[in-house]
Nanobody, 134 residues
Framework: QVRLVESGGGSVQAGGSLELSCAAS????????MGWFRQAPGKERVWVAV????????YYSDSVKGRFTISQDMSKNTLLLQMNSLKTEDTAMYSC???????????????????????????WGQGTQVTVSS
């Protein structure tokens, strides 16, 4: 099973940029989709961005749309998240995750992440902290 390790977090001022990386121990093609999630102190984990592996199908939460870009570097087996125009409300622990199994979508309606749902993500990294100061 693929293991995920995030890096690239840190402290930045509002308006700045950071790029997060998520290195996979195996080939990214062993995953169906990958995504970034974040959890701020005292709040529930929320999804940030999703990409269907090997495709250009990407989805973003409304809070980051137009500012963040998710991508995959298949040659390096790495998931990336380019974060621009950072805001203080982006402060959180960011985790990458992967859907490792083929999902049976019968009876399912597409949602904000397309056909997959957060419950489909079964491989998780440990997280990397992003702190945005004003």
């Amino acid at each position: 099973q693929v293991r995920l390790v995030e890096s690239g977090g840190g402290s930045v001022q509002a308006g700045g940029s950071l790029e997060l990386s998520c290195a996979a121990s195996g080939h990214l093609y062993s995953t169906y989709a990958m995504g970034w999630f974040r959890q701020a102190p005292g709040k529930e984990r929320v999804w940030v961005a999703v990409i269907y592996t090997g495709s250009t199908n990407t989805y973003y939460s409304d809070s980051v749309k137009g500012r963040f870009t998710i991508s995959q570097d298949m040659s390096k087996n790495t998931l990336l998240l380019q974060m621009n125009s950072l805001k203080t409300e982006d402060t959180a622990m960011y985790s990458c995750a992967a859907v490792s199994d083929i999902i049976n979508f019968r009876g399912r309606q597409p949602g904000p992440m397309g056909w997959i749902q957060e419950a489909d993500f079964d491989i998780w990294g440990q997280g990397t902290q992003v702190t945005v100061s004003s």
